[in-house]
């Protein structure tokens, strides 16, 4: 799998979710961003493939999301060109801070262990920074 297209589909993924307009899977409304400023910990992270969320609570219309963006995701991925099989990683930090604002980090991995993290800054997300790309020793 190419991981620059991988990459692209995962910031295409997360950035849907940070607009709060979920087009993808059909989801209006959800305000991430939001969400984790609005606790102490200041960062919500979510496992695309696992559905899940870690860091500030979420609010029960922001896991269902989430959890749809996991179902979907197979689907998602073939509408893109990419077998959801050779995924073994799919992430995002989100978070705000006063001086960038809305932010995510995108983090991937191939099963065959090359990885990128991509950096992006409001909304829509713009790329802040190099992407760092590496391939696990084997």
Known sequence: MNIGKLSSFA????????????????????DIHGEAAASPVGHIT???L????????ASPELKA??????????ELARRHGLDSAEIAAMTARFGTDPVE?????????TTDGRQSVDQ???VPGKRYGRPRRSRRAA
């Open 11 to 30: 910031h295409n993924v997360a950035d849907s979710l940070a607009s709060g307009i979920c087009f993808m899977v059909g989801v209006l409304g959800v």
């Open 46 to 48: 979510v496992d695309f």
């Open 50 to 57: 696992a559905g899940t969320a870690s860091g500030s609570p």
């Open 65 to 74: 999301a989430i959890e749809r963006y996991a179902q979907h995701l197979p």
């Open 101 to 109: 604002g809305p932010h995510f980090v995108v983090t991937v991995e």
């Open 120 to 122: 992006y800054v409001g």
